[in-house]
């Protein structure tokens, strides 16, 4: 796990928190930047998940190199 996987969770669990918190209290403000916060959190996380393919990718194709040499 990458650093953007975890902090795109933290912010995803965050804007729940804070979305539901809004909702207690009922203030659309606080639902709204808490549901832009669960966006932002899983563009990051998502992002991280492609950096991870790729260095998995990466480390197969440098595995692969190194056995036919």
Do not use: C, H, P, Y
Not at 23 to 33: C, F, I, R, Y
Request: aromatic share 2%; charged share 40%.
């Amino acid at each position: 796990m990458n650093k953007d996987q975890v902090k795109g969770q933290v912010k995803d669990i965050a804007g729940k928190v804070q979305e539901g918190a809004g909702k207690l209290v009922d203030s659309k403000e606080q639902q709204a930047k808490g549901a832009k916060l669960q966006v932002e959190g899983k563009i990051q996380k998502g992002f991280g998940d492609l950096k991870e393919v790729a260095k998995d990718a990466r480390d197969a194709v440098t595995k692969a190199a190194k056995s036919k040499a």
